[in-house]
């Protein structure tokens, strides 16, 4: 072999390895960018989660990070949190006390207090009020004794105007209640913001 064609295929291994390197170099730092970017986005639903209004995580609420990560409406997630806070703690107990405890007609109280059904829970009929009266009623211990609160990840889905997830409280005595959460995703004059609907 002349020296001619070792210096072309010298050349042309130099120029491959050359290519090589460059394609490993561009590999790399694509990795990186990826690493860099996600290593953001944990830090921005950490920070995210840490702001509610008091400056406090929400006790009780197993992984807020979910909801960080999956809500896109325009309701504020501090708000959210706050508000699934408030059912467990304040409105299941008056639902307790006021339907359960005191054996009323459900259907007497439903059409009673329509309107703070519908503020509190986003509930318009009685059907529905039913079951989670029914739900509330099947916790053999006391209402307020919850030990956590999640929301299940892969239960995000976008239902028309809602995002709708499933949410459980899990008390003491292991019972839960499983419901399904409905968060507007646009301002509306119409809507309600949020709906609290048991499962099944």
């Known amino acids: 072999m002349n020296s001619r064609k070792v210096r072309i295929l010298l050349i042309i291994f130099v120029i491959l390895n050359i290519v090589a390197m460059i394609a490993i170099i561009n590999l790399t730092n694509k990795k990186n960018k990826e690493i860099e970017e996600r290593i953001a986005r944990q830090n921005n639903v950490q920070v995210e989660i840490e702001k509610t209004s008091d400056g406090k995580k929400v006790e009780g609420f197993k992984n807020p990070e979910v909801l960080y990560r999956n809500y896109r409406g325009y309701i504020p997630k501090t708000e959210i949190t706050e508000k699934i806070k408030i059912i467990v703690d304040q409105y299941f107990p008056i639902l307790y006390k006021d339907v359960v405890e005191s054996s009323v007609n459900t259907e007497e109280y439903f059409n009673k207090y329509k309107a703070s059904i519908k503020n509190r829970f986003g509930i318009t009929d009685f059907e529905t009020f039913s079951k989670l009266v029914g ?66």
């Open 135 to 200: 739900e509330v009623g099947k916790i053999n211990c006391d209402i307020s004794d919850y030990i956590s609160y999640e929301l299940i990840e892969d239960s995000f889905v976008t239902d028309g105007e809602y995002t709708k997830a499933t949410l459980v409280y899990t008390y003491s005595n292991g019972q839960s209640i499983n419901l399904d959460i409905y968060m507007l995703n646009e301002e509306s004059d119409t809507e309600v913001e949020y709906k609290i609907i048991p499962r099944g």
